[in-house]
């Protein structure tokens, strides 16, 4: 089945460091990709998506580029604030339906 | 934009209770939600998805029978944990795909519920 491998967290790093956080997938079809991103105590909230190979999410200096070759979607992020500190989940879905499958999540923890 | 709320945000029952956890759409209409099941620490499992006016879903080694999940309309789904157990404790999510907009831009989640079970 389809499945999200994310690089382990906890990933900690000073205020404006470039930030990478690691997605591979498996699919049998040709899914759309997402970021989703979780702040303490609150629910997930969509950072970027791509659905086609090639395609380039953005949002909030963050990017990532749907690698079909590599089955890879990984996020980064130039300079990262301390407002970034969350978990970060990579996903998959299939089109037709719109269920997700999530990668484990990468905590980030940013420093002043 | 649009906004999926639920509720409670918090809630603590005993074991053996029943608790109900209701998802809404506030400004769209969702024909298809899911429920989707947080341990700490860990990624979401997805427990089912549920369709407006037919039974839900269930993915494998969910119970249907302890989960019990309605969409009785266009807004609104509900989860009900039935004789809860400590290991129901949980951060409980769902999420509401729009039926009016083209997919990538239609799953919005909620802000999560947290069940405690004593």
């Known amino acids: 089945g389809d499945s999200v491998t994310q690089m382990e967290g906890p990933v900690t790093l000073s205020e404006e460091a470039f930030l990478t956080i690691n997605c591979t997938y498996t699919?049998?079809?040709?899914?759309?990709l997402f970021w989703y991103v979780q702040y303490p105590g609150e629910g997930l909230q969509l950072l970027l998506k791509?659905?086609?190979?090639?395609d380039k999410g953005s949002n909030k200096g963050f990017e990532a580029t749907y690698r079909k070759e590599t089955t890879s979607f990984h996020l980064e992020k130039g300079s990262v604030q301390v407002s970034d500190s969350a978990v970060y989940f990579c996903?998959?879905?299939?089109?037709?339906?719109?269920?997700?499958?999530f990668g484990a999540g990468t905590q980030v923890v940013v420093t002043p | 934009g649009a906004v999926v709320s639920q509720h409670p945000s918090r809630v603590i029952c005993k074991s053996g209770t029943s608790v109900k956890i209701e998802c809404r759409s506030l400004d769209f209409q969702a024909t298809t939600m899911f429920w989707y099941r947080q341990f700490p620490k860990k990624s979401l499992m997805l427990m089912a998805t549920?369709?407006?006016?037919?039974?839900?879903?269930?993915e494998q080694g969910v119970e249907k029978d302890k989960f019990l999940i309605n969409h009785a309309s266009l807004t609104l789904s509900t989860l009900t944990v039935t004789s809860a157990h400590p290991e129901d404790s949980s951060f409980y999510i769902c999420?509401?795909?729009?039926?009016?907009?083209?997919?990538?831009?239609?799953?919005?989640f909620g802000e999560g519920s947290w069940l405690t079970v004593v």
């Open positions: 999420s509401a795909r729009d039926r009016n907009r083209a997919f990538g831009n239609t799953i919005y």
């Open positions: 791509a659905t086609k190979a090639d």
């Open positions: 699919a049998t079809g040709y899914p759309s």
């Open positions: 549920s369709n407006e006016g037919s039974k839900a879903t269930y």
């Open positions: 996903a998959l879905s299939d089109l037709s339906w719109g269920k997700l499958q």
